[in-house]
């Protein structure tokens, strides 16, 4: 039913061209001029993304616990984005898992291409999103794969070196699967709820988590192109471990683009579309496929929260690595508003569609601007 077999055009890897040394970008890469890095209002230089210490975040209801929860529901309103330090993720780990994945990114060529990907499940090395025949593509490559269920869990499509990898992202994944079900409780309470609700809603021990390996090479003209086009995450929470020498991810907030400035081991979290607490808007439709089966979508619940758009420009002086952990529902339970979000004054918007649903869209069409859920366009891998 869907195409997907095989990309469109034939590969070419990002970093490849960037080590060939060429003075200009192909022109696969440029990109309009609206959606290049400075055709926006010139950004707050100063502005931040609030950095949240979780060391007070107890059980128990102390103040420090509550303020806390407090600033973690401000920047969920305000911002969708926030960034966590004393997370309780040994910063060894973080800067091994980095350098783990680094490590892959420079090893030759021919290793890399043994876990080449496919549009079909997007796992492996990747050097584009979507599948739409002679679209603009980003100035990226990265390594996608999934760490839950355990169905979906395949050593073999995991990088068999550098030494211990593996091993690493099996220690990552475990430390990251526990910090979000942290952040997951935090958001149920602060919303009112049962601290258990979102975890059960999202199929409780039966999550989805997968990980992007984001890799962007040196780029001889980075003012015409971006990293990562604008898109919102269609997934749960996003956890992201930022390169703490290179800044690039943008964060959309009242009409600018705010480069976030990561705090040492910090994570960034951000509020996917399926966490998004949908104010009250029209309902929309997803057409899955030219004339076929459309969806009326809706996400999770009712209230405020922000799943934003966000990007990432590149630079001619430095790569940059990120890993982007995605926490998502089960792939195959339906997603629907918490009922006790919905009420006669705040009706259910859209009827329920599984995650896998929302996710082929995604599949089929490489990021597109903001998020699915307002414009319903913003296909991406996760
Ligand atoms: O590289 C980054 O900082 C952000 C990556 C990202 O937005 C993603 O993988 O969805």
């Known amino acids: 039913m869907n195409g997907l077999q095989d990309w469109p055009e034939p590969i070419v890897r990002v970093q490849s061209l960037s080590e060939s040394g060429l003075p200009m970008i192909p022109d696969r890469y440029v990109k309009p001029l609206s959606d290049r890095p400075s055709s926006n209002r010139p950004e707050n230089g100063d502005a931040n993304i609030p950095i949240i210490d979780l060391t007070g975040l107890t059980d128990d209801e102390t103040e420090l616990s509550r303020s806390t929860m407090d600033q973690i529901s401000s920047a969920c309103r305000d911002w969708g984005f926030f960034q966590v330090v004393n997370h309780g993720v040994s910063p060894g780990l973080m800067d091994q898992a980095r350098e783990t994945w ?115 090479p040196k780029c001889p003209q980075p003012d015409l192109t971006l990293g990562l086009s604008s898109h919102s995450d269609p997934g749960g929470l996003t956890i992201l471990l930022p390169d703490h020498e290179v800044p690039g991810l943008q964060v959309r907030k009242d009409g600018r683009w705010i480069t976030v400035k990561p705090a040492r081991h910090a994570f960034i979290v951000n509020i996917g579309d399926q966490i998004q607490l949908q104010p009250q808007t029209q309902s929309g439709t997803l057409n899955l496929e030219p004339e076929s089966k459309s969806f009326e979508f809706k996400v999770l619940s009712n209230a405020n929260y922000k799943s934003v758009e966000h990007r990432v420009i590149v630079n001619s002086g430095m790569e940059r690595l990120s890993l982007a952990f995605f926490y998502n529902p089960k792939s195959d339970i339906p997603i629907k508003p918490v009922r006790e979000l919905v009420s006669a004054d705040k009706p259910a918007l859209y009827p329920p569609m599984t995650f896998d649903e929302y996710r082929l869209f995604i599949r089929l069409n490489g990021p597109k601007g903001k998020s699915q859920v307002e414009s319903l366009k913003s296909p991406r891998c996760h």
């Open 102 to 216: 680094r490590g892959f990114f420079h090893l030759p060529m021919e290793i890399k291409q043994a876990y080449a990907n496919s549009p079909k499940t997007y796992e492996g090395y990747g050097s584009r999103l979507g599948i739409e025949k002679g679209a603009i593509l980003d100035w990226s490559d990265y390594y996608y794969l999934h760490y839950l269920p355990l169905t979906l869990k395949d050593y073999n499509k995991w990088p068999g070196s550098p030494d211990y990898c593996r091993e690493v992202i099996d220690e990552y994944g475990k430390e990251l699967v526990k910090l979000g079900g942290r952040i997951m409780k935090v958001l149920s309470i602060n919303l009112g709820l049962n601290e258990s609700h979102l975890q059960n809603a999202f199929g409780g021990e039966n999550i989805g988590a997968c990980v992007r390996v984001n890799f962007y």
